[in-house]
């Protein structure tokens, strides 16, 4: 990742801190965020189209924090299609 795409996903983060107040998994209030960056198979899932990699930024409480990748790739993937 280069030093643009650093200060572009920094100012996203932050602009997130404003409008994403509840997890991801559970809907408790949110106490941290998480960017997920999807591996090619959830980055189709998530409709990207062919090259372009998409990411979301997520919400997750304090119980959260810490899950594997692939149970937050799942509760992310099943937010979007909510």
Do not use: Q
Not at 26 to 55: I, M, Q, Y
């Amino acid at each position: 990742m280069n030093d643009r795409d650093k200060d572009t996903l920094a100012r996203l983060v932050k602009d997130a801190h404003g409008r994403i107040h509840r997890c991801v998994v559970c809907g408790a209030t949110t106490t941290g965020f998480g960017v997920f960056f999807p591996d090619p198979e959830w980055n189709v899932a998530l409709g990207a189209p062919s090259g372009k990699t998409r990411h979301v930024i997520y919400g997750l409480c304090e119980s959260h924090s810490t899950l594997p990748y692939d149970v937050l790739a799942a509760a992310i993937v099943k937010a979007l299609e909510n």
